[in-house]
């Protein structure tokens, strides 16, 4: 299959190329990066695909045919040069893209979970009822499309995804001092820095529950989280019969992908569970007083469409200004709750959305600015 990497500088991007260097039957005829110049021409000296993408190879005399604008790079994508489509890139700059693959009918992995967010609250959950292509590769989700293609739905009383609890979870300082770097030290996932942030203060877990009612069409009061502090068991799914179904893995993102490019059930050589070396599985709920975050994210999912895309875009905001230490950890929760205290609409057009996800990113500015002029 000829395939395109969005997103291959990245953590996640990294980890595709290599599972896709071990199979064959894949092609990689298009990468695309964005700041990390460098990184993304090796990646191409060794895959030599027929097209890099960055913005930022602009003017730059490279062996390879660049594309460094958006729309370019779209009418590649939607060619038949290309059949399916990985996006690992952060943020939600290929939106528009996104979109349009869907409605081709091509195979789209996704691992940007802010771009399911998004779809899903243009065009409301079932995603993956409406584009059977789609393939989620976030470890949760991909746990519960394995689970879902074998279990009955209607017979489904409970789904529960699951998280690590992060470097904080035992923490018993301040959450005012926490820095940047302890923040980016995450215990069992090496990732970016925003989905490490938003790990460490489970705002990830509540974008995760928002990508799930998206995806699967679930109810959002049957998805529950749990902490389960190995990071072992991914997902659950309990019936309504009493009999609980869950995925156990590795932390390891090479299994998701593979797993996820492959509709058999393939050899891996990566570390495999050894159930033994385990004493317990300690499984809890994120404490509502320490995570408020990850609450934050449940409540704008239950106000409706709209405010699922405001939250992503003010905790891209906050994010960013964590890492600058233009805030502190404790304060990002609080933003988050001020910027949903307001009313919008339900978006009815990609024009909407990307307007709504600005409004949430400078609102959250606006207050961030104030709270450093009064401090
Ligand atoms: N890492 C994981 O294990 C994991 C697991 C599940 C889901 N995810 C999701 O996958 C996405 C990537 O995560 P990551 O950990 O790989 O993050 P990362 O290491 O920070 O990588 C981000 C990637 O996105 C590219 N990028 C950033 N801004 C861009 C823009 N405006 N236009 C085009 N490309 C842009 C970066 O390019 P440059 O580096 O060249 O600037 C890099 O390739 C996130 O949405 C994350 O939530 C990650």
């Known amino acids: 299959m000829r395939v395109a990497l969005l997103g291959s500088t990245g953590?996640?991007?990294?980890?595709?190329?290599?599972?896709?260097?071990m199979h064959h039957d894949f092609e990689v005829v298009l990468l695309g990066g964005f700041r990390n110049v460098p990184k993304l021409l090796n990646q191409a000296a060794s895959f030599r695909?027929?097209?890099?993408?960055s913005p930022h190879l602009e003017g730059l005399s490279i062996p390879f045919h660049a594309l460094t604008r958006g729309k370019e790079l779209e009418t590649v994508l939607l060619s038949d040069e290309v059949?399916?489509?990985?996006?690992?890139?952060?943020g939600i700059a290929f939106f528009e893209t996104f979109l349009k693959l869907l409605r081709t009918g091509k195979t789209i992995?996704?691992?940007?979970k802010e771009l399911l967010i998004l779809a899903g609250d243009l065009e409301g959950s079932g995603l993956l009822l409406r584009y059977p292509h789609l393939i989620p590769l976030d470890s949760e989700h991909n746990a519960l499309w394995q689970m879902l293609q074998l279990l009955p739905r209607e017979e489904i009383a409970k789904v529960y995804i699951t998280a690590s609890g992060g470097p904080f979870y035992e923490w018993q300082g301040s959450f005012a001092d926490i820095t940047p770097e302890m923040a980016l030290a995450h215990p069992n996932w090496k990732m970016g820095a925003?989905?490490?942030?938003?790990?460490?203060n489970l705002v990830n877990k509540g974008l995760e529950v928002m990508e799930a009612f998206f995806l699967f069409d679930i109810p959002q009061e049957k998805i529950d989280v749990l902490i389960q502090r190995e990071s072992v068991v991914h997902a659950l799914i309990e019936m309504?019969?009493?009999?609980?179904?869950?995925?156990f893995a590795p932390p390891d993102m090479r299994l998701v992908i593979q797993n996820a490019i492959s509709p058999r059930r393939l050899e891996h050589p990566f570390q495999r569970l050894r159930f033994t070396e385990f004493r317990a599985l300690h499984f809890d709920y994120p404490v509502p007083q320490r995570f408020q975050g990850f609450y934050l994210a449940l409540y704008a999912l239950s106000r409706g469409r709209g405010y699922p895309t405001l939250f992503c875009g003010a905790d891209e905001a906050c994010v960013h200004h964590f890492l600058t230490r233009n805030i502190s950890f404790e304060d990002i929760p609080v933003i988050l709750e001020q910027v949903l205290d307001?009313?919008?609409?339900?978006?009815?057009?990609?024009?909407?959305?990307?307007?709504?996800?600005?409004?949430?990113f400078s609102k959250a500015e606006a207050l961030i600015r104030r709270r450093s002029v009064l401090q």
């Open 11 to 21: 953590f996640l991007g990294e980890q595709i190329l290599e599972v896709l260097s």
């Open 49 to 53: 695909p027929q097209y890099v993408y």
């Open 83 to 90: 059949e399916g489509v990985f996006f690992a890139a952060s």
């Open 109 to 112: 992995w996704v691992g940007s």
């Open 194 to 200: 925003k989905i490490t942030v938003d790990s460490a």
């Open 240 to 247: 309504k019969d009493g009999f609980v179904f869950g995925v």
């Open 342 to 360: 307001q009313d919008v609409s339900p978006p009815q057009s990609v024009h909407e959305i990307q307007r709504l996800f600005q409004l949430g």
